[in-house]
């Protein structure tokens, strides 16, 4: 049996502490189970932005999606995610991701490396959280006895051993990093088979299967469908339009198709946690909702 569907919502833009608590309770109000914040110069300081979603909200987890792992000393990310698993009332869950944005490494001054080296750091980071907030002598004491789960968001080999052996959910973003631009570029679904079929293979050993969570970049409902991707079609030269419309990260259609397409991912990928983008957060609610009765 496959897990009921979980939902994400990622809140990046900033907002004055009424402004930030109402959006937060919309995104309850609307049935999100994870309020989810990025970790971006220019957008939401993560843990602050946590805690005063947790104040404003009961129900909701809370979530990094993803914490650059290249701007954090593992000793001093311990001490905040202890702490906001506190503030929160263990509500937490931990994203954790290699970083891809070399100008952000290089407004912080920090090196931003080779793609081995962010994997060899993001590692040594995931190793050094495990033992320290492990440890029942280490201060803050997070609020969960099991841990806080732990996300990574991931594509490559070695970021996919990673975790199939540390992370309690495998987040796949349904693209890849361009060595030169270090945007995001869609791979498609035949790609993304091949990605999580490869990660099953490296994660069969596991005593608990990893919940699998996928990024939705795009929810538009509506009754011409190639309409709504004719505008992405320039940033995606390679891929023609029906190409695009069988993205799975894009959801496009009437709301029976957009809730046929996810049901049909649950069943060929087995995605079940799917994270919105802020600005589709009131679009995906529809969909939220129809797919509550699975």
Known sequence: MSRPFRFGVSL?????????SAKCRRAEELGYDVILVPDHLGMVAPFPALVAAARAT???????????????????LAREVATTNALTGGRLELGLGTGYVREEHDKAGLPFGS?????DHLRHTIEELERLLGDPEHLPRPAQRSGVPLLIGANGDRMLELT?????????TGGRTGRRTGRLAPITAEDLDERVARYQELAADRAE????NLLIQMVVVTEDREAAVRPFLEYVPHLTAGQVLDLPIFL???LEQI??????????????????LEPYMEAFAPVLRALRED
């Not at 129900?59 to 000793?75: E, Q």
């Not at 793609?115 to 994997?119: K, L, N, S, Y």
């Not at 299967?209 to 699998?212: F, N, Q, R, T, V």
């Open 259 to 276: 809730t046929a397409q996810l049901r049909a991912q649950r069943d060929r990928y087995g995605f079940t946690y799917l994270t919105v």
């Open 252 to 254: 496009t259609g009437t």
């Open 58 to 76: 009961e129900r909701p987890r809370l979530g990094t999606f993803v914490l650059n792992a290249g701007l954090w000393n593992p000793a001093l």
């Open 115 to 119: 793609p081995g080296e962010r994997v």
């Open 164 to 172: 199939a052996r540390h992370a309690a959910v495998a987040a796949f």
């Open 209 to 212: 299967p990893a919940e699998l």
């Open 12 to 20: 990046m833009v900033s907002a004055p502490a009424d402004e930030w």
